[in-house]
């Protein structure tokens, strides 16, 4: 009965922590939520006007872009030399014809032309239509006073346009008509554009008229309705922009009104419009309450479990092990299970002093029962290391410890005797086998050693035969190429010998071209006698004269000839000049080579030389070297055969000390035997002694 009104108790107390952590975290949740969804919404109509504020300047900067534009393309026309032709001489059937041209060409709505008066000659949207007075127009206004403008503004045939007017001259600079052109604003390709670029919904107003817009009223756009008379009043009246949320056909805007001024900033023409639909941003709303509802229906569920799992880990488990621990000891049957249990509550609170003082309790028991096991078991085991505080006892238990203490002190002390006795043989086998491993190691070593510098020193002494060889054959080749060298500076002198007889040669046949460059002179000047002889024979002489005149011909062409002659022998003998320097060099140079030539030569029959003095060391080398070898193995053996006899000797060293290791002793050991050191040290030193002689050789 106790049990079980503890048991509701404690379900009564659980019960009554979860019902408060559910209404904790749904009122938190639930005021955290409405806060959200205020600050959510004040937050997106805010970035909804920001958006329509963005969106009402890029549709102004886009109409400021269309003036640019159209204030560009009127500057073009009027200086088009036909168009001012036609507007002198006030032809309107040419200028409608231009500018039907024109405004294909440019992609313009329309395009207006006017006399200095302001009286339209010509219209591209309208040819029929001439001969009325525009003047009162402010774009033409300014065009007639000589300013390119542009401006939004109505029109006798058009409602609304963006209109640049530019002002047409003569070729006197006189001011004799303009030019007016324009777009228009109730094209719905503009706002459709605009929409599609940025999202929003855009209205632009002549007055408080739509006349272009993208909102849908019935299936078709919302044009000719009017503006509300409260945003009409603040916009065109105050020339204010509005700011707000509107119903528009229907829907929910955040809508952005801003008004169109005129150019001196006096009257409002116009209001443009961008607007943000709200249907979407209401059911985002929607969504994010219905969202925040059930997130707290479900953290509310969470909670609940995550404290209930709390409760069941922090206090009901801790508990379940703690009573396991009291019954435990009740039965005494104390396993490691308990002590886990007792050991895995690492709480601070009440429940986990409680699990402390438990598990000292449980403790104390399981040291009673541990100490009378392991006397129990030490005799089985060999264990002879146990020792156990009799202090920790009181009674028979402090009795029965200290005689089985007495006990295991005596046979401790005779197999120490024994073990140490042991230790002594192994330490000196161990000693000897080493050293005889290490002996038959190095002989071993140093036989292999020997094997390989003795064919190393063969490998050698076939390569200085080698060397040999290559010397005595680069001796024999330095010989012929000195030979070589030397009818090589033999054939250069010759060569030399002929340079200079060539040069000679050069300057007879220079002075007999002189000789014939000086006859064809003389027979130039007698021909050109004879012509003046002939020339005053008359027509007797005329054949004489033809001959004269050949003669001289020839004696032209032969001095021109003897000079090409002469300049061609001057550059060959220049030329044999400097063959003739560059051979002295080139014999210089052959010279030097014989020299070195004749030093590589004494140089490689010193090689040659001490290859041979190598050969015959070598040769010497090789037979000390074999006998080496031979001592060298001939130990080896011997060392292999005393590591054997070391090893049989180790290992019944060490089947004693496996009989007497069954059993276990503390560090400190009495009456131990153990070999001195300098048994250890006269058998090491002879080891090393006959080690060292094997490596003297």
């Known amino acids: ?60 900067s886009e109409i400021e872009f269309k003036k640019e534009n159209l204030i560009t393309s009127a500057k073009a026309i009027a200086l088009d030399s036909d168009i001012v032709g036609a507007v002198t001489m006030r032809d309107s059937a040419k200028i409608i014809a231009e500018i039907g041209k024109k405004a294909e060409a440019l992609k313009l709505d329309a395009i207006t032309v006017t006399d200095g008066k302001g009286v339209v000659l010509g219209r591209s949207h309208d040819p029929n239509k001439k001969g009325d007075d525009v003047s009162s127009q402010q774009n033409i206004k300014n065009a007639l006073s000589g300013k390119d403008a542009s401006e939004i503004e109505s029109g006798t045939v058009i409602k609304y346009a963006v209109k640049a007017g530019v002002p047409i001259c003569d070729k006197l600079g006189k001011i004799i008509g303009c030019i007016s052109v324009g777009y228009q604003l109730d094209n719905p390709e503009f706002v459709d554009n605009l929409k599609a670029m940025m999202g929003d919904e855009f209205t632009i107003f002549q007055g408080d008229v739509r006349i272009n817009t993208t909102l849908i009223d019935n299936g078709q756009r919302a044009v000719e309705t009017k503006l509300d008379s409260k945003i009409a009043d603040i916009v065109i009246n105050q020339k204010k922009d509005y700011k707000g949320t509107v119903e528009l056909f229907g829907k929910n805007y955040i809508a952005v009104y801003s008004p169109i001024l005129s150019e001196d900033g006096s009257k409002v023409t116009g209001i443009l419009y961008s607007g943000n639909d709200l249907t979407q941003s209401e059911q985002t709303f929607l969504f994010q309450l219905t969202l925040l509802v059930s997130t707290a229906l479900i953290a509310i569920f969470i909670s609940i479990f995550f404290v209930t799992r709390v409760l069941k880990r922090r206090v009901k488990t801790p508990l379940e092990k703690v009573v396991n621990a009291a019954k435990a000891i009740e039965t005494g049957k104390i396993d490691e299970a308990v002590h886990q249990e007792l050991a895995s509550i690492h709480s601070k609170d009440e429940i986990g002093s409680l699990a402390r003082s438990m598990e000292g309790a449980v403790n104390s028991v399981q040291q009673i029962a541990d100490d009378t096991s392991v006397l129990a078991k030490a005799i089985t085991n060999k264990d002879l290391t146990i020792s156990i505080d009799s202090q920790r006892h009181n009674g028979i238990y402090k009795t029965i410890a200290e005689v089985i203490k007495n006990l295991f002190t005596e046979i401790k002390m005779i197999l120490e005797q024994i073990k140490s006795t042991a230790d002594g043989i192994v330490v000196g086998s161990g000693h000897v086998s080493s050293a005889s491993q290490t002996l038959a190691q190095g002989a071993t070593e140093q036989a292999s050693s020997t094997e390989e510098l003795a064919a190393t020193i063969s490998e050698i002494a076939q390569q200085i035969n080698d060397n040999t060889a290559n010397a005595s054959q680069a001796s024999v080749m330095v010989d012929e190429t000195g030979n070589q060298v030397s009818v090589s500076s033999e054939y250069m002198i010759d060569m030399l010998t002929a340079m200079d007889e060539i040069s000679k040669t050069s300057g007879e046949i220079a002075k007999i071209i002189k000789t014939i460059d000086d006859i064809a002179f003389q027979t130039n000047i007698l021909a050109l006698n004879a012509a003046v002889e002939a020339a005053r024979a008359g027509a007797a002489g005329k054949g004489f004269a033809v001959v004269a005149e050949e003669v001289r011909n020839l004696a032209t062409k032969s001095a021109e000839a003897a000079k090409r002659t002469a300049d061609l022998i001057e550059k060959a003998s220049s030329a044999v000049t400097k063959g003739s320097k560059i051979s002295k060099d080139t014999e210089q140079a052959l010279k030097s080579v014989v020299e070195s030539t004749n030093k590589i030569n004494e140089i490689v029959r010193e090689i040659y030389d001490a290859a041979q003095r190598q050969k015959e060391g070598i040769y010497q080398i090789n037979a000390g070297v074999d006998l080496i070898s031979n001592v060298v193995q001939t130990n080896s053996a011997t060392a292999e055969e005393t590591a054997a006899a070391s090893e049989e000797l180790d290992g019944q060293a060490q089947l004693l000390m496996k009989m007497v290791g069954n059993y276990k002793f503390n560090n400190q050991l009495s009456g131990s035997f153990t070999p001195s050191s300098e048994e250890i040290a006269i058998g090491e030193d002879e080891l090393m002694h006959e080690t060292k002689m094997m490596e003297k050789y």
């Open 1 to 60: 009965m106790k049990k079980n009104k503890k048991q509701e108790k404690s379900k009564s107390l659980s019960t009554l922590i979860m019902r408060l952590n559910a209404y904790t975290v749904a009122i938190t949740v639930t005021i955290t939520s409405l806060i959200a969804l205020f600050l959510s919404n004040n937050t997106i109509h805010q970035i909804a006007v920001n958006e329509s504020l963005s969106n009402i300047k890029v549709l102004q």
